[in-house]
């Protein structure tokens, strides 16, 4: 099956500065790659996602890069603030809809003032 | 995009005996997927609800363990059964409408004592 896995485990930046997390997956399948916000005690909420006919996807400060040939897609955050300290999770699907999600591991991000 | 309802939000439940969660989602979805997430960990699929159909089980995870239900396109239920302390976790319904993403309830959050 599907193995997502996920660098670094945690992320400290100072506000301000960009943060990058990185994914790579094993199935040449999957053509959907969302990413996931997880605040304390909440339920994971989209923050953006990326088809396998799209190599960049940008939204406000957050980017997501995919590379189908490496099979590695990333998550780029500009101008970091605090409130985008939480945990952050990549998923990879073999279905643009109706297919279930395997998730990274997370990265726990700090962003300290 | 949809709103999940998810009840009960937590439990504490004597090992040996059972617990049905449900999920209540506000319009018609394609697909429903239970997921489970221990403290501090990523998420992890259980299974997928097919509606009118038995569930489709990961690796890991059994029916007699984990019986789902899922009567209708908006409706599942997933029964913990004889519960262990192991089975302590958050337990998470997600949909999937079409072409919109995966979204999420708020998790149940289970203690096995």
Request: hydrophobic share 30%; net charge neutral.
């Amino acid at each position: 099956g599907e193995n997502v896995e996920q660098h670094p485990s945690t992320l400290s930046v100072q506000e301000g500065d960009s943060a990058v997390i990185k994914c790579t997956y094993s199935d040449s399948a999957s053509n959907y790659f969302p990413w996931y916000k997880q605040e304390l005690g909440k339920r994971p909420q989209l923050i953006i996602d990326i088809r396998s006919n799209v190599g960049e996807k940008k939204d406000q400060r957050i980017a997501v890069t995919l590379n189908k040939t490496a099979k590695h897609f990333s998550l780029h955050i500009t101008e970091t603030q605090p409130e985008d300290s939480a945990v952050y999770f990549c998923a990879a699907s073999k279905g643009n809809s109706g297919y279930a999600l395997n998730f990274g591991k997370g990265t726990s991000l700090l962003v300290t003032p | 995009s949809a709103v999940i309802s998810q009840k009960p939000s937590r439990d504490i439940c004597q090992r040996g005996t059972s617990l049905t969660i449900q999920c209540q989602v506000d319009s018609q979805v394609t697909m429903m997927f239970w997921y489970r997430q221990q403290p501090g960990q990523s998420l992890t699929l259980i299974a997928t609800a097919n509606q009118g159909s038995e569930a489709t089980y990961e690796s890991g995870f059994v029916i007699d363990k984990f019986p789902i239900s899922r009567p209708n396109l908006t409706f599942s239920t997933l029964t913990v059964s004889n519960m262990s302390p192991e089975d302590s976790s958050i337990y998470l319904c997600s949909a999937w409408g079409g072409r919109t993403e995966a979204f999420f309830g708020q998790g149940t959050r289970l203690t096995v004592v």
